[in-house]
C-alpha cells in the first residue's frame, strides 16, 4: 500500500506537518530497520531501498518511480531561430529549430531510469530571456516544436517496485525561467531599477501592472507547456533571478503591492504565480518551485521568510518545493555567467545588435570562475543540510528536494535515509552516464560514469553558445550525431588497434575501440592507468578525479574479460617496434592502426637556475611525492600552479593516502566560505566571515 499526499485546506495555516515521517516511509514500503535487514524482500530495492522507493503525487498526478529528479541544465539544445545569416556570422552549427536533439537527450535519460527530468530554463516572454534569441514559451508554433520532446519520452516506462508489472510513465517538467536582472540584453526588468553585477545592463523596474502582465506569462507558458504534453513545470524562484528578486529588499525597493517592508507583498509574485498556475493547468499538472533556502548574498531572505514562503507555496498548489542554492553573484555560486546567448526571435534589430556585441566581446563574455555551489571543490551533499532544516521543521506537506553536488547513489541513499529530503534533484551527472539510476538499481556502481564537476564541457560550453557536452562523456547531448552500439564492426572491417597512452584519453578510445568490435592492445609505461589524472586526483578539490580511473578500470577490465583488449602496462614501446608490428605477418602481432595518446611534457621555461636541484616541477611534486622546503616559490600561476600550491597547503610529508570525493569535510568547507550553517544570519552568510585563508 502506498499512500498519497494528501495536502490541506488552502486556507488552513499549518504549523506542523501532518505525519511527515510516518507518510513518508509508508510511500516507501520500508521502515527504518527495514532497509538493511529485508535484503531479499522484492518490495524494495537491495541497494538503495530508500532511492527507489516510490513516491505519491497525489491521486491526481499519480507516483514516481523513484526518488531521482534529473534537474535542470542549459544543453544549447533549447532551441532558437536566428536568421540563416545570422547563424553564419556566428559560426553556429545549426538553428536548432527542430528539437529532435533535445528529445533523443532526454529520452536516452528516461531509458536510463530516472523518475522525473526537467528542461534547461524558457523564458516566458522577451524581457526574461537569458540573452538575446533565447528559448521562450509563447506561441502556439513554439509550442508544437516541443510536442516531439515530449512524445518520445512518454512512450517509455520507468521500473517502479510499487507498479512492478506495469511501471510507471516516464516524466518530464518544463523550467519556466524568467532572468530578470540577470539578463545578458537591453530589455532586462526587475522588482526595482537595479543593475546586476553579471549583466551589463541596468534593469528597468516592473509597473504594478507589469507585474500583473509577468504572472500571465508564466500562466501562459504553463498552459503551453501542458498543451505540449509536458507533465509540469518547475518555477524557477531561486538563483537570483527575477522572482527571488521579489523577495528580497536587496532588490525589491518597491512601495506597491508587491515591494516594501511586508513580506507578504514581496512573496506576492512567487504565490499568485503558483496559484493562478494551479488554476489553469488543473490537479493531474505537476509544479515544481525551486525556492532559494539559502541565497549566500548580504541582505537575502531570512529563514522565517522562507519558512513562510514554503508554506504559502503549498497552499497555493506547489506539487513539489526544489531547493536553490545561492545567487549567481555569491561569492560562493556555480559561475558567474557573462555570455550573449543569442536564440530565438525574430527581431532583425535585435539581432543586428547581438551580432555587433557578440563581435565586439567575444573574448570577454565568459564565465566567472567562483568558487561554485556545484564545482568539484564543494563536498558531496555539501548543501543537503538546509533542505533538512526546512523538512524537520514540519510546517509542509509536500515533498522537498535536495540539490547540488550530489552525483553518486550512496550519497543521493545517504540524504534520503536521513530525512534530509524526500528527493533528490542530480544534473550533471546524468550528462556523465544517463544509466546512472539504472546501474545503481542494479547495485552496479562501480560501473558508473561518475560526474567529476569539472563544468568544462558543460557550463564552460554553455557560457560560449556552445552545445554542451561532458568531460567524460563527450556522446552527452550528441545522442544524434555519436553512436556507440557493441560488436557493430563488422567482421571484414575489424581492426587490430594499438594504443600508445593510458590516460584519459588512451583509456577512453581503447574502451570504445573495444566495445564496438576491434582488437585493442593498450600499451603504457606506468604501472598503472591514468596519466596525469593520478596526479590531478591528490589536488585538494579535485578528489572526484579517483572515480573517473575507478570506471575505467572497471570498464577495461570487462572489455579484457571478452577477450576484446590486452593491457601492456610497464611496457615503453619505440618507434621501431610499432614499425615491426605493423609490417608483422602474424595476425595476432600485427597492428593495423595506431593511436598516439602519450599526453603532455611539462614545458620548462628558459630561466637561468632552473637545472638547480631546488627546482621541482609539478610531476616531481604530485606523482613522486618530492619534498618540498617549508618555504616554496611557485613560478606560474595557471591551473597548474594554483593546483601545486593548494596541494602543497593542504598535504604533508606524512599523508600516505590519498583523500577521496566522499572524505571530504562539509563543516570545515562551510566555514571556509563563510557560509552560515544555522541558517540564523539573512543570506545564510556568517557576519564579518574572514574567507580570505587557504584552509
Keep these: 500500500m502506498i499512500a498519497s499526499h494528501i495536502r490541506p485546506s488552502r486556507h488552513h495555516v499549518r504549523h506542523v506537518r501532518p505525519s511527515r515521517r510516518q507518510l513518508s516511509s509508508t510511500s516507501a514500503n520500508i521502515t527504518p530497520s527495514s532497509s538493511s535487514s529485508n535484503s531479499n524482500d522484492k518490495s524494495s530495492n537491495p541497494h538503495y531501498p530508500h532511492l527507489f522507493a516510490p513516491l505519491s503525487l497525489g491521486p491526481h498526478i499519480g507516483h514516481l518511480p523513484n526518488r531521482v529528479i534529473m534537474g535542470s541544465m542549459h544543453t544549447g539544445l533549447e532551441g532558437h531561430s536566428i536568421p540563416k545569416l545570422g547563424l553564419m556570422m556566428l559560426n553556429a552549427e545549426d538553428d536548432h529549430e527542430d528539437l529532435t536533439e533535445m528529445a533523443c537527450y532526454f529520452a536516452e535519460r528516461a531509458k536510463g531510469g530516472v523518475g522525473l527530468m526537467v528542461t534547461g530554463g524558457i523564458s516566458p516572454n522577451r524581457q526574461g530571456w537569458v540573452g538575446p534569441f533565447a528559448s521562450k514559451l509563447t506561441t502556439e508554433t513554439e509550442r508544437d516544436r516541443h510536442r516531439v520532446v515530449t512524445d518520445m519520452v512518454h512512450s517509455i516506462r520507468i521500473p517502479s517496485y510499487g507498479n512492478p508489472r506495469d511501471g510507471e510513465p516516464a516524466r518530464i517538467c518544463l523550467q519556466i525561467l524568467h532572468t530578470g536582472r540577470y539578463a545578458i540584453h537591453p530589455f532586462a526588468v526587475s522588482a526595482s531599477s537595479t543593475k546586476s553585477p553579471i549583466s551589463p545592463f541596468p534593469a528597468k523596474e516592473l509597473s504594478t501592472a507589469d507585474v500583473k502582465s509577468t504572472v500571465r506569462d508564466f500562466v501562459n507558458c504553463a498552459s503551453l507547456a501542458k498543451e505540449a504534453g509536458y507533465d509540469g513545470v518547475e518555477i524557477m524562484g531561486s538563483e537570483g533571478y527575477l522572482i527571488n528578486q521579489f523577495l528580497v529588499t536587496k532588490t525589491n525597493q518597491r512601495s506597491d503591492e508587491y515591494g516594501g517592508e511586508s513580506f507578504t507583498n514581496r512573496m506576492r509574485l512567487a504565490v499568485e504565480i503558483v496559484s493562478e498556475t494551479r488554476k489553469a493547468c488543473g490537479l493531474d499538472f505537476i509544479i515544481i518551485f525551486r525556492l532559494s533556502m539559502l541565497d549566500l548574498v548580504e541582505d537575502g531572505s531570512s529563514w522565517e521568510e522562507i519558512k513562510a514562503l514554503a508554506q504559502a507555496l503549498e497552499d497555493a498548489g506547489a506539487t513539489i518545493i526544489n531547493t536553490g542554492i545561492g545567487w549567481h553573484e555569491a561569492r560562493i555560486r556555480e559561475s558567474l555567467c557573462r555570455i550573449v546567448f543569442v536564440f ?37 551533499g555539501a548543501f543537503s543540510w538546509v533542505t533538512k532544516k526546512l523538512r524537520d521543521e514540519n510546517i509542509v506537506s509536500i515533498p522537498l528536494c535536495a540539490t547540488n553536488r550530489i552525483n553518486a547513489p550512496t550519497t543521493a541513499e545517504s540524504i534520503l535515509a536521513n530525512g534530509s529530503a524526500d528527493l533528490v534533484s542530480m544534473a550533471r551527472p546524468f550528462l556523465a552516464d544517463p544509466d546512472i539510476v539504472n546501474k545503481s538499481r542494479d547495485g552496479r ?65 581503447a574502451n570504445t575501440a573495444a566495445t564496438i568490435g576491434h582488437n585493442v592492445t593498450l600499451f603504457d609505461k606506468a604501472n598503472e592507468i591514468g596519466g596525469q589524472f593520478n596526479m590531478a586526483k591528490r589536488v585538494p578539490g579535485k578528489e572526484e578525479f579517483h572515480e573517473t580511473i575507478r570506471y575505467f578500470t572497471v570498464q577495461l577490465g570487462k572489455r579484457v574479460k571478452e577477450g576484446k583488449l590486452q593491457m601492456k602496462l610497464g611496457t615503453e614501446i619505440t618507434y621501431s617496434e610499432m614499425e615491426q608490428r605493423s609490417s608483422s605477418d602474424d595476425n595476432g602481432d600485427r597492428i593495423d592502426k595506431w593511436i598516439i595518446a602519450t599526453g603532455v611534457d611539462p614545458r620548462m621555461p628558459p630561466i637561468p637556475g632552473a637545472d638547480h636541484p631546488n627546482v621541482l616541477s609539478y610531476i616531481d611534486v604530485l606523482r613522486h611525492k618530492a619534498k618540498v622546503g617549508r618555504k616554496v616559490a611557485v613560478i606560474g600561476a595557471g591551473g597548474i600552479g594554483f593546483d601545486v600550491s593548494e596541494y602543497l597547503l593542504h598535504h604533508n610529508d606524512k599523508d600516505e593516502h590519498d583523500k577521496k570525493a566522499d572524505q571530504i569535510d562539509v563543516d570545515h568547507f562551510l566555514e571556509e566560505w563563510g557560509v552560515d550553517k544555522s541558517n540564523s544570519q539573512r543570506g545564510g552568510l556568517l557576519p564579518n566571515a574572514n574567507i580570505s585563508k587557504p584552509h
Design 344 to 380: 530565438r526571435d525574430d527581431m532583425l534589430w535585435t539581432w543586428i545588435w547581438t551580432l555587433l556585441l557578440y563581435s565586439q566581446n567575444q573574448h570577454s563574455f565568459r564565465a566567472d570562475k567562483n568558487t561554485a555551489t556545484i564545482a568539484t571543490s564543494v563536498p558531496r
Design 445 to 509: 556502481d562501480e560501473e558508473i560514469n561518475t560526474c567529476i564537476a569539472c563544468n568544462q564541457a558543460c557550463l564552460d560550453h554553455a557560457f560560449v553558445g556552445k552545445t554542451a557536452s561532458c568531460l567524460v562523456n563527450p556522446r552527452a547531448c550528441h545522442e544524434t550525431e555519436i553512436f556507440i552500439v557493441p560488436d557493430s564492426v563488422p567482421a571484414d572491417r575489424k581492426l587490430n588497434i594499438g594504443v600508445v597512452g593510458a590516460g584519459p584519453a588512451g583509456m577512453a578510445f
